[in-house]
């Protein structure tokens, strides 16, 4: 089924269900600590952190978890950290379960290692 056509950053976190809700939002403030000069639009009719014009990161809800997802070229250097702290990782993404707590420490470093590489390099999405 697909997720309804959100009409604003705000709609889209209202219309979460009550299990998704506290945890995007929490993911939401740490990406707003962690990227102070970004900026939060709805690309792909999800929360997109947009830096500069080049999207940073975007978050994803799904019925028994979320997830933050990079740029696959950039997160595959930190895939094998996200494993060795017991989360199942993807092609540019954690899978984050609502029956366990946000490993906000990783998530941290994951944010601000993201944030690193696009200063240096201006790395876009599609960048391989």
Same mark, same amino acid.
Do not use: M
């Given at each position: 089924m697909a997720m309804p056509r959100r009409e604003s950053v705000d709609?889209?976190?209202? *219309?979460? $269900?009550?299990q998704a809700r506290p945890y995007l939002?929490? =993911?939401q403030k740490l990406c707003h600590e962690e990227l102070p000069e970004a900026e939060?639009? =709805?690309? @792909?009719?999800?929360?997109?952190?947009? *830096?500069? /014009?080049?999207? +940073? =990161? %975007?978050l994803q809800a !799904?019925?028994?978890?979320?997830?933050?997802? !990079?740029?696959?070229? *950039? !997160? #595959? &250097?930190q895939r094998a950290a996200v494993e060795a702290a017991g989360f199942e990782a993807g092609e /540019? !993404?954690?899978? +984050?379960?609502?029956?366990? #707590? +946000?490993?906000?420490?990783? %998530?941290?470093t994951l944010i601000r290692?993201?944030?690193e590489e696009f200063e #240096?390099? /201006? $790395? &876009? @999405?599609? *960048?391989k």
């Open positions: 709609d889209y976190y209202e *219309q979460l $269900s009550d939002r929490e =993911l939060e639009v =709805l690309h @792909w009719n999800q929360p997109t952190f947009v *830096q500069d /014009g080049t999207r +940073l =990161l %975007l !799904f019925k028994a978890h979320c997830s933050p997802r !990079f740029p696959p070229h *950039q !997160f #595959a &250097s /540019g !993404f954690i899978k +984050l379960p609502y029956s366990r #707590a +946000l490993p906000t420490d990783l %998530l941290r290692v993201r944030l #240096a390099t /201006g $790395s &876009s @999405w599609s *960048q």
